[in-house]
């Protein structure tokens, strides 16, 4: 729906005066003037220029350039000139040339708010707004000579064409500042910016000072940030670097008019890259870094703790409150928190009050900037903290830690093996249970009303030990009779021993071992976060649980209770293919068991795709979402919260999902997917069984080994026994290493419609479907022309292969029954 102002100003019929002009203008010149509704709009009608609110009461009008909303339903600002002063009224405020040639703004008493205050000699200026949102201030004698243009004062957002890096010539750093929060433009704390020192990389800073994320150098031969992988499966933006005398930057254009993408400084402190998915009218998030949401430094601001494992992920530690609960609910939480209870400073009672007390925090992240001490131990640490005012918290393991004034940059649960360890956090004694200074009297009816309910204790915990383990074994029985159970959270927290012992993560949350009563072990997802309510919930897990296949991990039950939501799974006590595939399993795959995983997981997705009353999409196919039982059948895995799609549909909207290396084109475009998204991730993971590793493979010297870019010459070449991992020692069924690689080619092809079905991918495994050369993806042309060393255009063949195979269709594959051969 279109902003109020804009609808406001199409629906005005107004006669206007001299020095205003029609909202259809592109330009301002003269003694013209915007004010009010007044707009100005790109020449093909892309980008608005005007006065635009936010906030409630009062409302913040700031002049800025946001996509028309004809085109791009929500309000999305991408500029904003008066980012830190707003004004109250826009009808008495003015957008205008000065005298000087400048644009300024004016508010209400004339007061100058802002202005492009550049150097400016010429007699006459024009300021003109480009398609490319880009508003240009020109010479009006020589229109194409650009005085001062707005993209190269970016605010939050990245438009394609934009600059982000370093003038060398006046020093000027341009880069990126974040909103403070989702209703204020002004300058947050968070920076992306090129490495002022002149190397290739670029870093996300907080406060200009602390560096937590780095795009890696920029590889010339492979056109990517070694950090930014993501880069090399690209067909819709070209990206280009430059370094030389005069500047040292970044850029990107996009190919195609048909995409409208935007990269932005989030006030979450991530970069973010967004894509209009016209069909839904919605922006979807294609990619972002850092992709953990707690790797943000300073998140949650002083004394506040970030937690990966539940939303929000920020909250204030023990003993303190939100310092302003409406910023934290509009996402700024840079104020931190504030001490509920002030301190007893000197660490001595006094007026009968308590000294200072430790709260124990134990697995987090310790803070930021921590003092080392001398201390001979844990309780001498404990002392200089209370003996100094300033102290707020200490941490003692080799050596005493302490931390002074605000505590920032910590996270609970941390899983990361450095800066991971117990904080002591300094509170008064009122915000702690009182266990000392208790009259004796107190403390001997405490004891004996304890010692009185002892027993009462005992007998009523047997009664719901008893209770709990009917219900329990009642549950282990309907699972094991094939029925979906609905258990509750409590019986799982305690089957898994509180969720003490994870066996990986996915894309919804962590994953724990259990056992039942029965001694029959079970794998419990906990989920991070599913937006439906209790109803729908039951309702699709109930549609998962009816799907029953050898390749498809078996759902036994769930929990929907309020407190937490897990589902409930056969435990595979194999692991994961990745395991065997990439971690140094001592236990290596023979290509038989490979072969046969490659076949029983293209069968799993078939069904899936083809054989289930909905369409499912799984949306993550990778070595680590494919379990292996006790004979390493393989069971898919993950996919119960997928995607649900029903059979009159195609194509399904959804935001990007799914893990880098393994994602198809179209995910980048932003487009509707399709099951054909899973045929190429499933390609991926398949070349990475044949070779035994990732099939981004980076090296030391920052040369970037792409497995497929290397695999396509070689089988061109009928060399594929070499692409076999070099731990099978060249013990396989060639037949079937070379019918692989071919599939794998055709899984990764570029256009959807010229992959196979999972239902062919399984007949060409199988034998039953004699399989045509693989034209070679576009994609792997281009990267390989990056990539030194791999040639292979000089070969016809592939480009004759490549001009003629365009759509894979079942013509291109002849039964092997019909003509009596075999691959």
């Known amino acids: 729906m279109a902003h109020p102002l804009l609808a406001l100003l199409l629906l005005s019929s107004l006669p206007l005066h001299p020095h205003l002009f029609s909202s259809a203008a592109d330009s301002i010149s003269g003694d013209q003037s915007l004010s009010g509704n007044q707009t100005l709009t790109s020449n093909g009608g892309n980008f608005v220029?005007?006065?635009?609110?936010?906030?409630?009461?009062?409302?913040?009008?700031?002049?800025?350039?946001?996509?028309?909303?004809?085109?791009?339903?929500?309000?999305?600002?991408?500029?904003?000139?008066n980012r830190g002063e707003p004004v109250l009224d826009p009808s008495s405020s003015v957008l205008k040339l000065s005298k000087d040639g400048n644009f300024i703004l004016l508010n209400t008493s004339k007061s100058l708010i802002w202005s492009t205050n550049t150097n400016i000699t010429s007699n006459s200026t024009i300021a003109v707004l480009l398609d490319s949102g880009n508003l240009v201030l020109r010479d009006g004698s020589d229109t194409s000579l650009v005085l001062w243009q707005s993209i190269d004062h970016p605010a939050n957002t990245w438009l394609p064409g934009g600059k982000v890096g370093l003038n060398k010539l006046t020093g000027e750093n341009q880069h990126l500042v974040s909103w403070r929060s989702a209703e204020d433009p002004s300058p947050g704390p968070f920076y992306l910016e090129i490495d002022p020192k002149g190397s290739s990389q670029y870093f996300i800073l907080w406060n200009g000072t602390e560096r937590y994320w780095f795009s890696g150098p920029w590889n010339e031969k492979t056109k990517i940030f070694s950090g930014v992988p993501e880069m090399t499966a690209n067909f819709v933006y070209d990206f280009q670097y430059v370094n030389n005398a005069s500047a040292n930057y970044f850029t990107y254009t996009v190919n195609t008019g048909d995409i409208v993408s935007r990269f932005i400084m989030d006030y979450s402190g991530q970069i973010k890259q967004l894509t209009w998915v016209p069909a839904s009218q919605n922006w979807i998030l294609f990619w972002s870094q850092p992709r953990a949401q707690c790797e943000?430094?300073?998140?949650?601001?002083s004394f506040g703790s970030c937690n990966e494992n539940k939303l929000p992920f920020c909250d204030c530690v023990k003993g303190f409150s939100k310092r302003s609960p409406k910023d934290w609910d509009l996402g700024d939480q840079s104020g931190g928190c504030v001490r509920n209870t002030p301190l007893l400073c000197g660490g001595n009672s006094s007026a009968g009050m308590e000294k200072d007390k430790f709260f124990q925090m134990d697995g987090v992240r310790l803070p930021a900037h921590p003092q080392s001490v001398n201390a001979a131990g844990s309780s001498e640490c404990e002392s200089a903290c209370l003996s100094n005012c300033s102290c707020s918290a200490y941490s003692y393991s080799s050596e005493c830690s302490l931390w002074f004034e605000n505590l920032i940059n910590i996270q609970e649960q941390y899983a990361g093996a450095d800066q991971a360890g117990t904080l002591f956090l300094r509170l008064a004694a009122s915000e702690l249970p009182n266990s000392s200074g208790k009259k004796g009297g107190v403390i001997g009816a405490a004891i004996g009303a304890?010692?009185?309910?002892?027993?009462?204790?005992?007998?009523?915990?047997l009664i719901?030990?008893?209770r709990r383990r009917r219900r329990m074994i009642s549950a282990s029985n309907a699972a094991a009779d094939g029925a979906l159970v609905a258990f509750r959270y409590s019986d799982l927290r305690r089957v898994t021993k509180n969720f003490s012992e994870k066996l990986g993560s996915g894309g919804f949350g962590s994953v724990y071992k259990g056992v039942l009563p029965d001694s029959n072990f079970i794998a419990v997802k906990k989920l991070l976060d599913f937006s439906q309510g209790e109803k729908q919930?039951?309702?699709?897990?109930?549609?998962?649980?009816t799907i029953q296949h050898i390749n498809l991990i078996r759902l036994r039950g769930f929990s929907a209770d309020r407190n937490g939501r897990c589902l409930v799974y056969e435990f595979m006590p194999n692991s994961s293919l990745d395991a065997h595939l990439f971690r140094g399993s001592k236990m290596v795959l023979d290509w038989g068991t490979r072969y046969q995983i490659a076949v029983g997981t293209a069968r799993g997705l078939d069904y899936l795709h083809d054989k289930c009353r909905d369409c499912i999409i799984h949306c993550d196919i990778k070595p680590e979402n494919i379990l292996l039982d006790a004979l390493f059948i393989p069971k898919v895995a993950d996919f119960g919260l997928a995607k649900l799609m029903g059979r009159d549909l195609s194509r399904v909207l959804t935001t990007m999902r799914g893990t880098r290396g393994y994602l198809a084109p179209e995910w980048i475009s932003g487009v509707a997917i399709t099951a054909k998204a899973d045929v190429y991730s499933y390609g991926m993971m398949l070349f990475e069984i044949i070779s035994g590793c990732r099939n981004a493979n980076h090296l030391e010297d920052n040369k970037s080994g792409f497995f497929p870019a290397t695999a396509v010459k070689k089988l061109m070449n009928g060399d594929v026994l070499s692409l076999l991992d070099p731990r099978l020692e060249g013990d396989a069924e060639i037949v079937e290493v070379d019918r692989a690689c071919k599939v794998a080619f055709w899984c990764i092809q570029d256009e959807e419609m010229s992959r196979p079905s999972m239902g062919h991918v399984v007949q060409m495994l199988e034998g039953m479907m004699e399989i045509n050369m693989p034209p070679v993806p576009k994609s792997l042309q281009l990267y390989s022309g990056r990539q030194e060393g791999i040639v292979f255009f000089s070969d016809s063949s592939i480009d004759r292969s490549y001009q003629t195979q365009s759509t894979f269709t079942s013509s291109q594959v002849t039964s092997s029954k019909s003509t009596g051969s075999k691959d």
Request: charged share 10%.
């Open 296 to 301: 943000v430094y300073s998140l949650c601001g």
């Open 464 to 466: 719901i030990w008893r």
């Open 537 to 545: 919930f039951r309702a699709e897990v109930s549609t998962i649980g």
């Open 450 to 461: 304890f010692l009185g309910l002892l027993a009462l204790s005992a007998i009523i915990w």
């Open 49 to 81: 220029l005007g006065f635009f609110p936010l906030g409630n009461s009062p409302k913040r009008y700031y002049i800025g350039i946001w996509y028309n909303t004809n085109k791009i339903s929500i309000l999305t600002p991408v500029w904003v000139a």
